[in-house]
């Protein structure tokens, strides 16, 4: 049963990341021959000002 773990940083709509994880799903199941009902994604969401893009917080870079 394939697991994917996937951070991305706050701010998209619940619409998103239902897409994503529908993209994702399919992915997986075409690469690895996984029946798509055995594959689970977890998305956490990662606060602008915890995520660093080269060394700065990416609320302070309007991210």
């Known amino acids: 049963?394939?697991?994917i773990?996937?951070?991305i940083m706050?701010?998209?709509s619940d619409e998103k990341i239902e897409a994503l994880m529908k993209n994702?799903?399919?992915?997986v199941s075409?690469?690895?021959d996984a029946p798509?009902?055995?594959v689970r994604i977890t998305v956490e969401e990662?606060?602008?000002n915890r995520w660093a893009i080269g060394?700065?917080?990416?609320?302070?870079?309007?991210k």
């Open 1 to 3: 049963m394939p697991i």
């Open 5 to 7: 773990n996937m951070k």
């Open 10 to 12: 706050e701010g998209r």
């Open 24 to 27: 994702v799903t399919d992915a």
């Open 30 to 32: 075409d690469s690895l």
């Open 36 to 38: 798509k009902e055995n």
């Open 46 to 48: 990662v606060p602008k």
């Open 55 to 62: 060394g700065t917080a990416a609320d302070k870079l309007g």
